[in-house]
């Protein structure tokens, strides 16, 4: 089994909203409903930069405490 390391190089580019303190990443949106793409999208963000803490704000809603959404990544 060959155990060469490939590169892979990604086409897009994935652009953090705010990073605060280099400690929670934000991630802001104003949508209807969070969508299965906002989840793997929070959880690629986790783990590209090497952080445990991300919050999603979803100013769409009725109550702002309704659309923060909390994820912690354990390593």
Known sequence: ????????QLECIYRLDILVED???LELKSVEK???IHEAQRLTYLK???HKL???LNFNVPI???GIKRLVLHL
């Open 54 to 56: 991300e919050l999603l």
């Open 48 to 50: 590209l930069t090497n």
């Open 1 to 8: 089994m060959n155990k060469s390391v490939k590169c892979l």
């Open 34 to 36: 969070i969508l299965p």
């Open 64 to 66: 702002m405490k309704q």
């Open 23 to 25: 400690c929670v990443i």
